[in-house]
């Protein structure tokens, strides 16, 4: 076909373009969302003692943290998602925020009698915290993944990456609901890795589905 | 053939403005004009496969029309299409095999490696696979983006986290004992 041809048939088709990029990424993260916390109630079950736990001063500092990841790697998705456009602020702002967290559960670690030092970053759920929350992101991933496909991300990898710390950090949050662990060193090792896993996942689905 | 990206832009993306409130004629206008653009830009990138330029407008126009949704009047128009050829050229590169990737960027070597056949070229590479991996790693790899894969320093800085300075930086302090450890043997 000459171009010319194919320029004049591009200029026919009248149908409204798609929803812009915020309005798909949003809506796909709300139904990601909705999904996860419903597994939440479901599988895991709400923490019986959520009302002492929601003043907990651990726990206020690791929801605003988490808040802090979302809030950059949205952001982020943002960007990457139009071509032409960089990632920005996006990985120094998630860097520096997890690196936040880390410094602040390694201050508590040291502080920390040795004796209990070892119930410091073990808590009582570590063998299951980083899987349940990377179980939980899957949703999430999988919806997010899903907008970013109508969009135009033009390096799959990372965007893919950035959608699975997206996906990682909200699943945190709603994983939080049940967690009963108030220390920062917990937080700062195992929700760190629990997110680690859904980026690595998000970068590999990434580099293979977000081709246009 | 002197109009300038600035003037480019201003038509462009007035254009664009009034092909999304649903003027047809304007948005064949602005394809038109779109095509040319990035005609000229893959033309300049293919100069040794000038038969697919054409395919690879045709998939280009097609992905400005399907993707038109993700550009944002906070951008360039310009810089939007343009990151959207790149995309579609550095994935027919991609899909053509890295060797054919590698033709080009090589060819800046020429002098150094004396390069002037298909088969040399592909020769030339794999030397250069060893004489990069003498290099420390930063440098290595603000090389091999900038120079091998063909990318900006802007992305490179992005790929590998290094600071746009300290890209130029590698860039040129590899060259450099690139060029006093094998440059002398010429």
């Given amino acids: ?113 040795t004796n ?71 937080f700062a090792i195992w929700y760190v890795a629990g997110m680690a896993l859904t980026t690595v996942l998000g970068a590999v689905l990434g580099a293979r589905v977000l081709r246009w | 053939m002197s109009e300038s990206l600035f003037n480019i832009e201003a038509a462009l993306h007035a254009l664009w403005v009034q092909a999304l409130q649903g003027d047809a004629a304007s948005y064949q206008q602005a394809l038109t004009s779109m095509s040319g653009h990035v005609r000229r830009f893959l033309q300049k990138r293919m100069q040794s496969q000038l038969s697919d330029v054409e395919d690879l407008v045709q998939e280009t126009l097609m992905a400005i029309h399907q993707k038109r949704h993700t550009y944002q009047s906070d951008q360039p128009l310009t810089a939007w ?38 088969e040399e070229a592909s020769d030339a590479h794999k030397d250069l696979e060893v004489v990069l991996a003498d290099l420390p790693a930063r440098q290595r790899e603000a090389i091999e983006h900038t120079r091998l894969m063909g990318l900006s320093i802007t992305e490179t800085a992005e790929r590998t986290g290094q600071s746009e300075a300290s890209v130029k930086v590698n860039i040129h302090r590899g060259l450099k004992t690139l060029m006093a450890k094998w440059g002398a043997k010429a």
């Fill in chain 1, 1 to 113: 076909m000459k171009t010319n041809d194919l320029i004049a048939l591009l200029a026919t088709d009248t149908l409204q373009p798609q929803k812009p990029v915020r309005q798909q990424l949003l809506r796909q993260l709300l139904l990601g969302a909705l999904v996860c916390g419903v597994l939440l109630l479901a599988v895991f079950g709400l923490n019986p003692q959520m009302d002492q736990m929601a003043v907990h001063p651990a726990f206020i500092t690791k929801m605003l943290w988490l808040t802090a990841l979302m809030g950059f790697s949205l952001y982020g998705l943002f960007r990457l998602a139009r071509p032409g456009v960089t990632a920005g602020a996006t990985l120094k702002g998630i860097g520096l925020t997890l690196l936040a967290m880390v410094s602040l559960g390694l201050v508590q670690w040291l502080q920390t009698h």
């Fill in chain 1, 116 to 186: 209990e030092r070892m119930a410091q970053w073990m808590g009582s759920s570590w063998e299951i915290c980083a899987l349940s929350i990377a179980a939980l992101s899957l949703p999430v991933l999988v919806a997010l993944l899903w907008a970013l496909r109508q969009l135009a991300p033009t390096r799959p990898a990372l965007t893919g990456a950035v959608a699975g710390m997206l996906a990682g950090s909200l699943a945190a949050c709603i994983y939080s609901l049940h967690c009963i662990e108030t220390s920062l060193t917990f």
């Fill in chain 2, 81 to 118: 299409m343009y990151a959207i050829a790149r995309y579609k050229w550095v994935d027919h590169l991609r899909a053509h095999g890295r060797r054919e990737g590698l033709h080009d960027d090589i060819d800046d070597w020429s002098e150094t490696l004396a390069v002037d056949s298909e």
